[in-house]
């Protein structure tokens, strides 16, 4: 059974940091696309940043340049290193992992992962 299990939200400044952290129990380790997506209240989930078994990154427009994604093979963990945080980045952050280890190619593409963690809270405010 896979679990992914999220950690590192809190609350913090505009223009503090905070990294984020998943780790991925029962998935093979290596083999999958993983991602972080993140939802705001009344919003709809998009895709923040994915990474294939490779190191391949692809960003979310939204946070182009602010956010750091990676990922630790060896202790089967995704990252998302996020500097520079606005109010507008609060939301909860969601880590996912493909049955695939290509990513798609539309980052906001949900269905193409069939393994969700309970997520992380980030808050960004003043």
């Known amino acids: 059974q896979v679990q992914l299990v999220e950690s590192g939200g809190a609350s913090v400044q505009p223009g503090g940091s905070l990294k984020l952290s998943c780790v991925a129990f029962?998935?093979?380790?290596?083999?999958?696309?993983m991602a972080w997506f993140r939802q705001a209240p009344g919003k709809e989930r998009e895709g923040v940043a994915s990474?294939?078994?490779?190191?391949?990154?692809v960003y979310g427009p939204s946070i182009l340049g602010r956010f750091s994604g990676s990922r630790d093979n060896a202790k089967n963990t995704l990252y998302l290193q996020m500097n520079s945080l606005k109010p507008e980045d609060s939301a909860m952050y969601y880590c996912?992992?493909?049955?695939?280890?290509?990513?798609?190619?539309?980052?906001?593409?949900?269905?193409?992962?069939?393994?969700w963690g309970h997520g992380t809270q980030v808050t960004v405010s003043s």
């Open positions: 996912a992992a493909s049955s695939w280890a290509i990513c798609p190619s539309i980052i906001d593409d949900q269905e193409a992962y069939g393994y």
């Open positions: 029962g998935l093979p380790s290596g083999t999958s696309c």
């Open positions: 990474v294939d078994p490779d190191g391949r990154i």
